[in-house]
């Protein structure tokens, strides 16, 4: 027998969710309001950081400059009183903006986690499901009927509401929901979106290739595996 040596190039694609990537998918979720309150929270961490200056601009000197423009041009020159007199302008104080500014109490009720905490802290279940139903599901509205689900799960990872009710709620047909539990069920960790306890073991044997008749039978039988009664298993 011949030994011969070889060299082989292969070329191979994967996706990697860097710390990076993760923070820019929490970000793009966020409502307005939502994104508000962090961009705040990270101003209170970090003094060093600082809105630019069109983002701080108070919203009522828009309304001012509108008003401003609306309002008929004057001749540029310092208006007269009756007495035929010019009046001096008005002062303004050079700090007005700052103290405007400065009004937001720099104590919040209780602290934030730092941006780094968000980025090393690993994603909760939810957000997991979120990124691996972005990912694998092509179809918008099935994609956004399995999200929809996702909130709907325990805190145990169980889907125990029923199609017809989850259809009811979502405004959809049963057979939709049906198809984004499916979907939800395909994704890691196994047994995800199960009704219960039975189906979430079905579906992890199913992965393994175990779930045989003989298995399935033991499994519409848990309640009695639970209390030992193995003469009423053996029948």
């Known amino acids: 027998m011949a030994i011969n040596l070889g060299l082989q190039v292969r070329q191979t694609q994967g996706l990697v969710l860097t710390p990076q990537l993760q923070q820019a998918i929490k970000l793009l979720q966020l409502s307005h309001l939502e994104l508000q309150a962090l961009v705040q929270r990270e101003l209170v961490d970090n003094p060093f950081l600082r809105l630019a200056d069109h ?3 108070p919203a009522g000197e828009a309304g001012e400059r509108a008003d401003t423009a609306a309002a008929p041009r004057s001749s540029g020159l310092p208006e007269e009183d009756p007495d035929g007199w010019p009046q001096p302008p008005t002062p303004v104080a050079a700090d007005a903006r700052l103290a405007t500014r400065s009004c937001v109490s720099r104590a919040p009720a209780e602290p934030a986690p730092t941006l780094e905490q968000r980025l090393t802290r690993p994603p909760s279940l939810q957000e997991h499901l979120r990124l691996q139903l972005g990912a694998d599901v092509g179809e918008p509205r099935l994609r956004a009927v399995a999200l929809a689900l996702v909130d709907h799960l325990d805190e145990d990872g169980y889907l125990r509401e029923t199609d017809a009710e989850l259809a009811q709620r979502l ?22 979106g199960a009704r219960d306890l039975r189906e979430c073991l079905a579906l992890q044997l199913a992965e393994r290739d175990r779930l045989d008749p ?7 039988h848990l309640d009695l595996l639970a209390r030992a009664d193995f003469a009423r298993l053996m029948r």
């Open 55 to 57: 983002l701080e601009r």
């Open 171 to 192: 405004g959809v047909t049963e057979e939709r929901v049906a198809e984004a539990r499916a979907a939800l069920q395909r994704c890691d960790p196994t047994g995800v």
């Open 214 to 220: 003989l298995m399935a039978r033991l499994l519409d």
